[in-house]
């Protein structure tokens, strides 16, 4: 669903985005946006996790350390303060 992110005091209006987390510990990202000059980015991370005390540690390539947790079809990620919730597409 497209939507509106605030990161670092700029907004940037994103597209679409696609999350996922896989059964063999590695998880991808790939989020499109309109950056605030106008030019359309698509940004893909890939990442490695462990679970622990029922929540996902995420190691991107690049970009840090990220916790979330799985409850049923919902993911709630919690990236420095920014709250990421993704949920299932069947």
């Not at 890939?46 to 991107?60: G, N």
Request: proline residues 3%.
């Amino acid at each position: 669903m497209p939507g509106t992110v605030s990161h670092d005091g700029v907004a940037l209006e994103v597209r679409s985005g696609t999350f996922i987390i896989s059964a063999d510990g590695t998880c991808f990202s790939s989020m499109s946006f309109t950056a605030p000059g106008g030019e359309d980015v698509t940004r893909e991370v890939h990442a490695q996790y462990v679970v622990r005390d029922f929540r996902l540690i995420m190691t991107w390539e690049g970009a840090g350390i990220t916790e979330g947790t799985v409850e049923g079809d919902i993911f709630v990620m919690d990236n420095h303060g920014m709250i990421f919730e993704y949920t299932r597409n069947p």
